[in-house]
């Protein structure tokens, strides 16, 4: 069965330094999503992303965050100048449409701030 | 945005009994769904309820979707070890999450 596929598993930066995290969502899909889940806590809402373009983002995506499609198969979310609250797990997920759809999520990327 | 509340929190149990989680909000909702968390990987998608009052059945996991489509709940009956995870609702439309019940079972 196709998969979400998150890298790296685990990321550790130092304060301030720019951090690139990478996913490739399943194939046919066309919706794209960022999640993060502080440890023991929520599952956070980031940004949603179709057509190439943000569809929603939350609270939490301020400036630090971007969101790139370079290519056909992979959907980045980009974390500048990194701060010791960004510490982690982010996931990416992806829907074949909005609506109903079922998310499907990769395994994570632990990021780790220092 | 729809704001979801989830009950228990926290939820401990002993392997062979049964529990209620549950998941409400002051909002409608055209569709909601329920995922599993299994530490160290990502939700994992358990079923999607749509039509108010509607009763969906995996194995020995019940979901109800409350008639005026603002409250559902998961039911586990005789519930495994292999059932421990974090339990969370999401609503089908905004695809925000509650902040879960964390679910253990003990052997």
């Known amino acids: 069965e196709p998969e979400v596929t998150q890298t790296p598993s685990h990321q550790v930066t130092q304060m301030g330094q720019e951090v690139i995290l990478r996913c490739v969502p399943i194939s046919n899909h066309l919706y794209f999503y960022w999640y993060r889940q502080i440890l023991g806590q929520k599952v956070e809402f980031l940004v949603s992303f179709y057509n190439n373009e943000i569809s929603e983002k939350s609270e939490i995506f301020d400036d630090q965050f971007s969101v790139e499609r370079p290519d056909g198969s992979n959907f980045t979310l980009k974390i500048r100048s990194t701060k010791l609250e960004d510490s982690a797990m982010y996931f990416c997920a992806s829907s074949k449409e909005t609506n109903n759809s079922p998310l499907h999520f990769g395994n994570g990327t632990r990021l780790t701030v220092t | 945005t729809q704001l979801l509340e989830q009950s228990p929190q926290f939820l401990s149990i002993q392997e062979g009994e049964n529990l209620t989680v549950y998941c409400n909000s002051s909002s409608v909702f055209s569709s909601l769904q329920w995922y599993r968390q299994e530490p160290g990987e990502g939700p994992v998608l358990l079923v999607t309820?749509?039509?108010?009052?509607e009763v969906k059945k995996l194995k020995r996991l019940t979901f109800q979707f409350g008639d005026a489509r603002k409250d559902s709940s998961l039911h586990i009956t005789a519930a495994q070890p292999g059932d421990t995870g974090l339990y969370l609702c999401?609503?089908?439309?905004?695809?925000?999450f509650g902040a879960g019940t964390r679910l253990t079972v003990k052997p």
């Open positions: 309820v749509v039509t108010g009052g």
């Open positions: 999401a609503g089908a439309y905004d695809m925000r």
